[in-house]
């Protein structure tokens, strides 16, 4: 026991489920964390600076204890770690929140804000504390205990954490302030509310004729170089590019040798053999071994991992199985019980044949192999993995594992199922072609388990062992070329697509800052140094280069030659529809469109409002406006929308309910107030952030 408790100290940390993301939007926390960081302590500590943030720098060391109160508040949210794969995404996103409290705090001092000590206490020992305060002095009726708060604040015991408190409510005044700053231009007038209810609650139903522009055949729309020319220099910042570049790459990618996978084996066999004299329980060997959490299942056969299906179905109660190479990786499995289930379940394995495509029903060569391996004694599996036309069981000898009923085709079904075990069935015709089975297991149990799970991943030594292959061949791409030395050792050449210089993640690379600085700090065939990505390392090379500019018009003519032709259909359709309203005036009746253009579309849409989906139609804000423009019955002269040219006859609007409105109307403003403040700020600090003078050093410590 005490060598187990001993391994206990060494059991590595593990990830079981994902991390949350930090996101900018709450002010709440970025002010908190400029409160509680005691950030300029910090400042000053050590000279390599990290970046700066219009010439204020951001040391290494600050960055990296705000690091890690992210991963101590991960921890204590979730009990989770942060997957080593995912710290690179996770580092981005506290560098954008420490960088936007540094513009906050800068345009705080610029602004001259500030938030007296008076302030503080009225806020905390007015009539209405923070809310984010009083959350801990509530009862089990919801009730805030007023005595139980001011006793905690007044008692001297609690000093340092009303310290903490205080500055709590500081950073939220101080942010109150801001918002107030930002959004005293933030106005919702009647009419925003009055748009807003009418959103909400007013519904339509409307008859229309649509003539679809798709409808216009391409012959009939002709585009020509000068159109597209204008289209192009009138809508030029369309096509304007930022530079971007393109790499090409050599992955070393972390994939476990054949003696990890071994030792891993080998380990789990000493594990074993320990169980079957330590009295210890078998969780305690879970909790210090395994890679998954313990739990005891009740699992169908089918829903054990093929590996360890048949180890399973032929041990006792109470034994030991493994160590079996699963699709989770290595296993060692106790079985706790088995008792009867309600479900059955069957093993078996089929050769496929499929129909020959010009005689569907000549089931000659199934009935040939069947013969085969009844009749002239072959082994099955091996006719199987030479015969069968079913590529993922026949490169097993045609097994299909353990399955329940309902879970194949029915003919397949009803045969696997009725079969007895290990006797060939004759040709069995399904919607696949003919089937050779054989029906090899049966089981109507359920069985109690618990494991051991060891995935099989690099070693240290073999990550080692990566990482240098990756860093000789970065050293010999500098002096030989990329290309020559990637071909000569055999190494794959990847390629990345065009990417900008603020891409957060390099398809096929993942997000790595230091290799877009290096792609946009060097030129064209320059080598990297070896690069970590969540796959693996990684050496790259400067393939392309393409500076800012706009996109040349060859390369966009196709795009604006469709968007002209798509207005000029629409133009038509128009055109089309004008024919078919002339019709329409006359007796007040949409159905006669189709007299007048039989592909026209005559349809109703019901149960719609200003800013919806609209049934059979889409969203087109177009229809739906017009629609609440009109009076009841009364038909619409054609006008262009999403799809094409419209007709529309309003036959049901809800009235507006002046009552509903009276008492909706704060709470809607309120909503509108709280959606516009939310965007100006967004759009504030982004504008802020445009305008700052930001450098990043990251890549030189994160590699």
């Not at 002010?27 to 000279?47: A, C, H, N, Y």
């Not at 066999?269 to 879970?286: C, H």
């Not at 079996?324 to 009867?340: I, K, P, S």
Request: with cysteine; glycine share 6%.
């Amino acid at each position: 026991m005490e060598e187990i408790e001993a391994m206990a100290m060494m059991a590595k940390m593990r990830s079981l489920a994902p991390w949350f993301i930090i996101t900018v939007g709450g002010l709440f926390v970025l002010f908190m964390v400029l409160s509680d960081s005691k950030i300029t302590q910090v400042i000053g500590q050590r000279s390599n600076n990290i970046g700066s943030v219009n010439g204020e720098d951001i040391t290494y060391q600050e960055f990296a204890n705000l690091l890690d109160q992210y991963k101590q508040y991960q921890v204590s949210q979730t009990g989770q770690e942060i997957p080593e794969s995912q710290m690179e995404t996770f580092r981005n996103s506290v560098w954008q929140n420490l960088v936007n409290q540094k513009l906050v705090q800068q345009k705080i001092e610029e602004l001259g804000l500030s938030v007296t000590d008076a302030e503080v206490k009225d806020a905390l020992l007015g009539p209405n504390p923070p809310a984010s305060v009083t959350q801990y002095f509530i009862d089990s009726t919801g009730t805030f205990n007023r005595d139980a708060y001011e006793a905690a604040i007044f008692n001297t015991q609690n000093k340092e954490a009303v310290i903490q408190v205080e500055n709590q409510v500081r950073a939220e005044l101080l942010q109150n302030k801001l918002q107030n700053y930002i959004n005293a231009s933030v106005v919702v007038s009647e009419a925003d509310v009055k748009k807003r209810f009418i959103e909400q609650n007013i519904k339509m139903d409307a008859k229309y004729v649509l003539v679809n522009s798709n409808d216009t055949h391409d012959s009939l729309v002709q585009v020509t170089d000068a159109e597209v020319e204008d289209y192009f220099d009138e809508n030029k910042n369309e096509y304007k590019v930022d530079p971007q570049r393109k790499l090409k790459y050599v992955l070393f990618r972390k994939e476990a040798t054949a003696g990890d996978s071994s030792g891993i084996r080998n380990n789990l066999f000493e594990i074993v053999n320990k169980l079957k004299t330590d009295t210890s329980s078998f969780k305690t060997y879970v909790e210090i071994y395994s890679d998954q959490p313990f739990t005891k299942d009740s699992l169908g056969i089918s829903q054990i991992p093929a590996g360890a299906q048949d180890a399973i179905v032929s041990a006792a109660e109470g034994d030991i199985v493994g160590p079996l190479l699963t699709n989770e990786g290595y296993a060692v499995y106790r079985v706790v019980d088995e008792f009867r289930s309600k479900d059955d379940f069957v093993k078996a394995s089929h050769i496929l044949i499929k129909p020959d495509p010009k005689n569907p029903d000549d089931d000659s060569l199934a009935q040939a192999v069947y013969n085969r391996v009844t009749k002239e004694g072959e082994d099955f599996a091996e006719v199987a993995k030479v015969m069968s036309q079913d590529p993922g069981s026949g490169a097993k000898g045609g097994d299909l594992g353990w399955f329940g009923k309902g879970q194949m085709v029915e003919e397949f079904d009803k045969a696997v199922f009725s079969g007895r075990i290990d006797v060939i069935q004759k040709p069995v015709k399904t919607q696949f072609g003919w089937h050779i089975i054989k029906t090899t297991g049966k089981s109507n149990r359920k069985y109690v388990v618990e494991k051991i799970v060891n995935k099989i991943a690099p070693s240290m030594t073999t990550l080692d062992m990566i990482y240098e292959n990756a860093g000789d061949f970065a050293y010999l791409a500098e002096q030989d070329g990329f290309e020559q030395v990637a071909t000569e050792l055999d190494y794959t050449i990847l390629e990345t697509p065009n990417f900008k210089e603020d891409a957060t993640t390099i398809p096929g690379l993942g997000a790595n800052r230091a290799i877009n600085v290096f792609a946009f700090e060097n030129d064209k065939g320059d080598v990297s140094p070896v690069f970590k990505v969540p796959t693996g390392y990684v050496v790259c090379t400067v393939f392309a280069i393409d500076e800012a500019g706009y996109r040349p018009l060859d390369q966009v003519k196709g795009s604006i030659t469709n968007i002209i032709k798509r207005d000029k259909k629409k133009e038509k359709a128009l055109e089309q529809s004008e024919q078919i309203y002339a019709k329409v005036k006359e007796g007040g009746n949409l159905d006669v469109a189709k007299t007048v253009y039989p592909k026209a579309t005559v349809d109703v849409a019901a149960n719609f409002t200003t800013n919806g989906v609209i049934p059979k139609v889409g969203r087109d804000f177009a229809f739906a406006e017009k629609a609440y423009s009109m009076n009841l019955e009364e038909i619409s002269e054609p006008f262009i929308g999403n799809r094409g040219a419209y007709i529309i006859k309003l036959t049901k609007r809800t009235a507006f309910d002046s009552t509903a409105y009276s008492i909706q109307k704060n709470s809607l403003r309120d909503n509108i107030m709280r959606q516009k403040k939310n965007s100006l700020f967004n759009a504030w600090i982004e504008k802020v952030k445009e305008e700052a003078d930001i450098e990043d050093n990251r890549h030189v410590f994160y590699r």
